[in-house]
Every structure is written in C-alpha cells, then in structure tokens.
C-alpha cells in the first residue's frame, strides 16, 4: 500500500513522538483558552446540535467534516449552512488546530515538514546534477502536508489565522 509506505507526504511518519507531541500542543493552555473563549459560542451550538463538543480537538473534528462536506456538496453536520458564521468559526477552530498541532511547537514545524523538504532538495538536486531521469515531479498533499510548509517558510501560523479570525468576526 503506497499510503503506508510514502515517506514523502504523510509527515506524521516522521518521528514516533509526533503524535504524542500534536496531541499535547492541543491540549495546552493556550488551547483550551481559546476553547474557551473565542469558541466558546460555537461548541455550545454544536452540542444544542447532539455534536458533542468537550475540548478543541473535537470542535476541530466537526469542522473537518464540515469542510469535507461542503466541498463534496453533502449536507453539513449540524445542518450549518456552507455560507454561515457557523462554518466559518468551524473552518477556523479546525485551520487553526491543525497549525497548533503541526507547527506551534519547538520542534514540529521542522519535523512535520522535513520528509517534504527533503525531498524537494533531492529533486532539485537530481534535475540540476543530471543524475534523474524525471523532467517534473507532480505532488500531491493533504493539509497536513501543506501546514507545516506554510509553518517553515514563514507565510503564516496560527497566532495570523487567530488575528484574521477576530478581525472577520469584527466586521
């Protein structure tokens, strides 16, 4: 199964601790904060819903399947309309875990993106060295391929999804 066994893309598979540290990163202060606070409306509808929402990690798991919903024109859970605050809130809660669990701490952000980056160099390297035979290499990654991308190269992270969330909100 190449799934399995494709260490370029799936970054989780680079380090055994990986999971353990996410997990961790999602249930820090920080995140049961904003839990909390920012999100606090949101959870509250979603449990009104029967969408049982106890900590971040469950919220950002409603908006996953909210967004996977929408983008293949299914019903979204809790009967969110695709255009509401409420699916924003859920795109954002689900965004902005995916970058705390990915890139928030001192050694994911590296972590997470080092198999791709690598890889990258060794494409790089092959096609200037003439020693590969490929004129393109094509690509395809998921959000937990592209976050820690956007983490590594500095383009942006959680704390500039958490501004732009609030500014939104703000009108």
């Known amino acids: 199964d190449r799934m399995n066994n494709d260490k370029v893309l799936v970054s989780l598979s680079a380090c055994k601790n990986a999971g353990d540290w996410g997990n961790a990163n999602g249930a820090?202060?920080?995140s049961t904060n904003l839990f909390n606070t920012e999100l606090a409306d949101i959870a509250k509808l979603m449990n009104t819903k029967g969408l049982e929402t106890k900590d971040i990690q469950a919220l950002a798991w409603i908006g996953d399947g909210v967004i996977a919903n929408k983008f293949q024109n299914l019903p979204l859970p809790g009967d969110?309309?695709?255009?509401?605050?409420?699916?924003?809130?859920l795109r954002f809660t689900f965004e902005w875990y995916l970058f705390k669990?990915?890139?928030s701490g001192k050694n994911e952000g590296a972590l997470h993106s080092m198999n791709i980056l690598k890889n990258l160099q060794d494409y790089i390297h092959?096609?200037?060295n003439k020693t590969s035979s490929a004129n393109a290499v094509l690509l395809s990654g998921h959000e937990s391929t592209l976050l820690p991308l956007l983490v590594a190269f500095g383009?942006?992270?959680k704390?500039?999804?958490?501004a732009n969330y609030k500014?939104?909100?703000?009108?």
């Open 159 to 162: 704390d500039c999804l958490l």
């Open 167 to 171: 500014s939104q909100k703000a009108g």
């Open 28 to 30: 820090d202060e920080e």
């Open 101 to 103: 669990i990915f890139g």
């Open 80 to 89: 969110i309309l695709p255009d509401s605050q409420e699916y924003r809130d």
């Open 155 to 157: 383009i942006t992270n």
């Open 126 to 128: 092959g096609f200037l």
